[in-house]
């Protein structure tokens, strides 16, 4: 029997209206996270995802006729609440402008979708096609990235057992290599994290596709993440081998070779050797359809009009929420310049830097000084940002940002018998670059409706729920340092905490809202 996705005249118009006005819901509600990864295919960075949407639109086309000959089956009750979740995670990372969790809670809704309109059956199908194209976001970049202290010891301890194998003396702790000619370190850039995953999403198409059991696919992306760990800490054993012949030249090799790149180029050659070795063993698979549940209706045919009315209603009503319960800005009762220019025996004036003391800070108001206390040293630098509403593009923790909290520990000051936690921060590696080579030690906190945060995921949460309960988001960042290096956190204690102590309670009136 011959099976067909595309519909016929007649018979299928009503089915074909509603799936039409479900897909245009579906792009009205996730228009900004589709048009964003779009956009970023014709960028260095994220050129990577018309390859990763291809493979997607391979392995569905690979399964097509499966797809049109396998049962229509909805699922109300798991597909509707799949359908649910994933348009409730949408929420939540539109309120906390979390750009990655938008991408993620796509997948979910296509996936709750797919349950809800189609059922287990094709579900069963599309979750590889479907699920596949979370590569599109980061997201796995993102929770190896959590991990990267592990990643970098394991690099460093395999760089260290290959070393010592050509009876190099070496010496490892931790992250760091200590060779006779020098000292490598596996720093967090140098983690692989985007390498190992690359090689991942390769493999899985390469599983899904391969006619082997379930147990020897999921081996297949094993072997890939064994792979990328392993490739990372050759590379770094061969960085230590060509430094010793090599002191001013690149340690990275020729023409860069041992850069991170490596990774995936090795990894890729790697599968292409064991393919050539097992050619044949694991064909691609090319499934035929040995039996049709169609009874001679088109796939478009088969649809049913009431769970789509139901996933319909579940856009429309996140589409409603999200346009007219809109966030309000909350200005502040007087203007941040008002914050006093002379603060007991502090002087301040202004700085017209626009990248001092760092970039990236996007809030509506901005007060930059330097505080001086008469005949003596450091001066003190004074940042304050206020945000009156914050945006996906205008948000006061980004990922631009995220070194302030690398090498950052908290701090207890005393205020009159009362207690306050902030941060003291040591910038270094990137931070450094950062602050065009300084080691300043800087002091920073973010202040949300009269409270203080030191931790980025509560200063996330805090705004989540202000935005969902509150119409509000405003919040204000807080940073001091010296405008010199000092030489340890007990001389830059001895001399910031008594300038913030002094200026708390004026920092706590300027910041009063609306």
Not at 293 to 319: C, E, H, N, Y
Request: one cysteine or more; glycine letters at 8%; aromatic letters at 12%.
């Amino acid at each position: 029997m011959k099976v067909s996705l595309l519909n016929s005249p007649g018979r299928s118009k009503p089915s074909l209206v509603a799936l039409a006005l479900l897909s245009l819901s579906f792009a009205v509600v996730y228009h900004e996270i589709i048009w964003r990864t779009v956009k970023g295919w014709g960028t260095f960075a994220g050129s990577y995802g018309v390859l990763i949407a291809g493979i997607s639109g391979y392995m569905l086309w690979c399964k097509r006729k499966k797809i049109a000959a396998t049962e229509i089956a909805p699922s109300f009750g798991m597909g509707g609440l799949l359908t649910f979740g994933g348009l409730g995670v949408f929420l939540i990372s539109k309120l906390s402008h979390t750009l990655i969790l938008q991408g993620v809670a796509l997948i979910i809704t296509v996936l709750g979708l797919v349950l809800l309109v189609l059922g287990f059956r094709q579900f069963r199908i599309l979750f590889i096609p479907v699920g596949y194209l979370v590569f599109l976001f980061s997201f796995f970049e993102e929770v190896l990235g959590s991990f990267s202290i592990h990643l970098q010891t394991m690099a460093a301890w395999i760089a260290a057992r290959m070393l010592a194998l050509t009876g190099m003396p070496v010496f490892l702790q931790g992250e760091y290599i200590e060779l006779p000619h020098i000292t490598l370190e596996v720093a967090k850039v140098c983690n692989g994290v985007n390498h190992i995953v690359a090689l991942v999403a390769l493999a899985i198409p390469l599983a899904f596709l391969s006619r082997v059991s379930f147990v020897q696919k999921i081996g297949i992306i094993v072997f890939a993440l064994a792979t990328g760990i392993f490739a990372n800490g050759l590379r770094v054993a061969l960085i230590g081998l060509w430094t010793i012949n090599h002191h001013g030249d690149s340690i990275h090799g020729p023409f860069e070779l041992l850069y991170v790149t490596f990774i995936f180029i090795f990894g890729g050659l790697l599968f292409g050797i064991v393919g050539l070795i097992t050619r044949g063993k694991g064909a691609v698979q090319t499934e035929g359809v040995t039996q049709s549940a169609t009874d001679g209706m088109t796939f478009i045919q088969r649809l049913k009009t009431g769970p789509m009315v139901l996933a319909l209603t579940l856009l429309l009503a996140v589409s409603l929420y999200l346009n007219f319960y809109t966030v309000r800005p909350v200005p502040l009762t007087k203007p941040l310049q008002t914050f006093p220019q002379t603060v007991h025996q502090w002087q301040g004036r202004m700085v017209a830097d626009p990248d001092w003391p760092f970039k990236f800070v996007t809030g509506d108001s901005t007060l930059k000084r330097i505080y001086r206390r008469a005949g003596a040293a450091p001066q003190i630098g004074l940042l304050v940002s206020y945000y009156a509403d914050q945006t996906q593009d205008k948000e006061l923790i980004n990922h631009r940002l995220m070194w302030l909290h690398l090498k950052a520990r908290p701090v207890a000051i005393d205020l009159n018998g009362r207690t306050v936690t902030i941060n003291r921060g040591l910038p270094r590696g990137l931070a450094s670059q950062t602050f065009a080579g300084d080691k300043r030690i800087f002091y920073f906190w973010y202040y949300m409706d009269g409270r203080i945060y030191t931790d980025p995921l509560k200063v996330k949460l805090h705004g989540l729920l202000s935005a969902l309960f509150k119409r509000r988001n405003n919040a204000a960042m807080i940073a001091i340092s010296s405008e010199k290096p000092l030489p340890d956190e007990a001389a830059a204690d001895q001399e910031i905490i008594p300038f913030i102590q002094a200026i708390w309670s004026d920092l706590d009136d300027v910041l009063t809202s609306r």
